[in-house]
């Protein structure tokens, strides 16, 4: 028995799209009134933490103290991991399909270092303004 179809026997007809949301405002339950439905939960910051539909597809995903998404994984297979700085830049991200890249940054936020799966790199410094200065990467680009 869907929730419609609970709502519908405990209170009498309902209306569709069938809509459920919390005490926040955010969409927890939806129901189009031909089968298809889809709940979402949430963490105490209001992101979503979990997705899953009548089809029987599926999402999950994790967050750090800051707000920034550090996982994702879905019921295709597919998953994610991410690490941040204090800056809340993304330092380290990697994939289901051996997919990574790293990354650096000055204490301005500006890309200082990358490398990736594919053996791309770059390097890059700045003068106190945040000018670039110098830049090269792996397919042989140099500038400054």
């Not at 380290?92 to 051996?98: L, P, Q, R, T």
């Amino acid at each position: 028995m869907t929730l419609a179809q609970a709502y519908c026997k405990q209170f009498g007809k309902v209306s569709f799209p069938f809509i459920i949301y919390d005490s926040n405002g955010n969409e927890t339950y939806y129901e189009n009134g031909d089968g298809y439905c889809y709940k979402i939960e949430y963490n105490s910051q209001d992101k979503e933490t979990y997705y899953e539909n009548s089809d029987g597809f599926w999402y999950k995903v994790e967050y750090d103290s800051n707000g920034n998404q550090t996982y994702f994984e879905n019921s295709e297979g597919y998953w994610f991991k991410k690490e941040y700085n204090s800056q809340g830049n993304v330092t380290y991200f990697v994939n289901n399909e051996g997919i990574w890249s790293k990354t650096e940054y000055d204490s301005q936020g500006n890309v200082t270092h990358y490398e990736n799966s594919t053996g791309g790199w770059s390097k890059t410094e700045y003068d106190s303004n945040g000018n670039e200065i110098y830049y090269e990467n792996s397919t042989g680009t140099i500038r400054g």
